[in-house]
């Protein structure tokens, strides 16, 4: 649930594109067939409408999550032209988080670091992640 929530907040791509294949009336507006359109992963997952609290860490969300909004959550694209490689990227980010979290103690380097995005084609940070590293005992 926590490496759920944390591609929640900060998915690796920030949007993905389709093209229409058929005309599209969302809110009163009409989108015609052959329109390039993006979803804003990032802002998607931000959002009230369909996560409480959305600016919040709260890996707990994931126990009780909604299925009915399956798109709303989509850090890996979603439908039929999703990632093929979703739960080996899962299943090597569980490994690895386990194997870092049973040796290591992961501390804010700087108690004061306030985390910069930048959102591009990939969302990365302006200032760095900084972490203090300590084995553990």
Not at 27 to 40: A, R, V
Request: glycine share 4%; net charge positive; charged share 25%.
């Amino acid at each position: 649930m926590v490496i759920k929530e944390t591609l929640r907040l900060y998915p690796p791509v920030t949007f993905i594109g389709r093209k229409l294949t058929k005309d599209l009336e969302f809110k009163g507006t009409l989108y015609p067939k052959d329109l390039n359109i993006f979803l804003i992963i990032y802002y998607v997952q931000l959002t009230s409408e369909y996560f409480e609290e959305p600016e919040k860490f709260n890996p707990d969300r994931f126990a009780s999550y909604d299925k009915k909004m399956p798109y709303a959550y989509t850090p890996f694209s979603a439908g039929s032209r999703n990632c093929i490689g979703q739960k080996f990227a899962m299943l090597e980010m569980t490994s690895v988080l386990s194997k870092i979290v049973r040796n290591f103690e992961l501390l804010p380097a700087i108690p004061s670091h306030k985390l910069s995005l930048a959102a591009e084609i990939l969302l990365v940070s302006k200032t760095g992640i900084k972490i203090s590293i300590k084995n553990r005992t």
